[in-house]
């Protein structure tokens, strides 16, 4: 916990001020995307595995640039990206020494640009909404609020293995109280801000269930890739806690469908 404290602490004053002034959330955003990213091939290359990074990281990188300043593309090009994309894939390809392990490489690549760069990438697009801070504030808290809440609860009264195939350490217990925290968390914030009425309270009520139990399935999907890759952490950049993706696992999968349910669903 001592360990844990002070680098909590940081990063939460530090999210708090990014997501208060976009400028700063749209550069703090890019920087987890690229040193989660790096986490994620390195995790990736401790397989063995030969992974494209710098194309990677690149790719990785321009997503949430392009999506920041609001660089609007069309589907011709998007499409016409994607085939440049994989055009360049097959010539650094073509320039390995062997064909070992050439659609794994290419195929493990594109995933971790997928999976951590254009997923936590909705982080800036909820940003852009109208009262987008206030949306991102939400989002953060009722997500970390169910990281926070497992860890705590599962320290305390863990005893029942949740999977111990894929997290050892993580308890059905802390689970539990996880999703609990996050509906008490995400509930008092509503009501400090929001409208009282009461279809929109159940409205919330709901949102706030799905985002809890999407929340860990997110941090049970890094304990899975981490568990396959054989790493304890993705990183040691927050002593105690681990790297970058072990700090954004959960809102990556939380991301997207909160941008979903404010696009298409409310």
Known sequence: MS???????????????????????????????????YEFFYMVEKKGVQLFKIVGLLVGALIPITIYFHFSVSEGLQFLFIVIALFAFFLLELTKKDTHQSILSISATVFGVIYISWCFSFIIRIRQFPQGAVLVAFLVLVTKSSDVGAYL????????????????????????????????????????????????????????????????????????????CQVKDSGKIFPGMGGILDVIDSLIFTAPTFYLYLTMLR
Do not use: H
Request: proline share 3%; with cysteine.
């Open 3 to 37: 360990k844990r404290l002070l680098p909590f602490l940081i990063l939460s004053a530090t999210t708090v001020f990014c997501i208060a002034y976009y400028p700063l959330c749209g550069l703090f955003a890019t920087l987890l995307i690229i040193a989660g990213l």
């Open 153 to 228: 609860w599962g320290k305390k009264f863990g005893k029942t293995r949740l999977l111990k195939r894929v997290s050892p350490k993580k308890s059905l217990e802390g689970a539990v109280g996880g999703f609990f925290t996050s509906i008490v968390v995400g509930l008092l914030f509503y009501v400090f801000i929001g409208t009282n009425t009461f279809w929109d309270f159940l409205e919330k009520f709901f949102l706030i269930i799905i985002l809890a139990m999407i929340a860990q399935l997110g941090d049970l999907f890094e304990s899975l890739l981490k568990r396959d």
